[in-house]
């Protein structure tokens, strides 16, 4: 089990970026797949992108982001990234980091350790 802190949300123009950032703490967070999701008002929690175990692992992204946000790790800091660039305001919602053992899945259920969230409000 680990415990998830996000930051780096806020309010931003279309076309700005945010790099919004996740620490996790527990044992063994570099056995970990590390994910960010989001949810807009309204709308079920969809997934965003993933990062596979152990610092080089394979990433993955969802279609509507790809092209415009990158997800990296680094395990020295137990900390997962979402940057996020080319922003659109159809990407504003609450984004949560999220963490599973072993590989990567893109259904929320999956998951079974969640931060409480950051909110991303892009306006046009």
């Known amino acids: 089990q680990v415990q998830l802190e996000e930051s780096g949300g806020g309010l931003m123009q279309a076309g700005g970026s945010l790099r919004l950032s996740c620490t996790a703490s527990?044992?063994?967070?570099?056995?970990?797949?590390l994910a960010w999701f989001r949810q807009a008002p309204g709308m079920e929690r969809e997934f965003v992108a993933a990062?596979?175990?152990?610092?080089?692992?394979?990433?993955l992204l969802a279609t509507s982001v790809k092209g415009r946000f990158t997800i990296s790790r680094d395990d020295a800091k137990n900390t997962v990234y979402l940057q996020m660039n080319s922003l659109v305001p159809e990407d504003t919602a609450l984004y949560y980091c999220?963490?599973?053992?072993?590989?990567?899945?893109?259904?929320?259920?999956?998951?079974?350790?969640w931060g409480q969230g950051t909110r991303v409000t892009v306006s046009s």
């Open positions: 999220a963490a599973r053992y072993s590989y990567i899945v893109t259904a929320a259920f999956g998951y079974s350790d």
């Open positions: 527990g044992r063994d967070v570099s056995n970990y797949v």
């Open positions: 990062v596979g175990r152990d610092g080089g692992g394979p990433t």
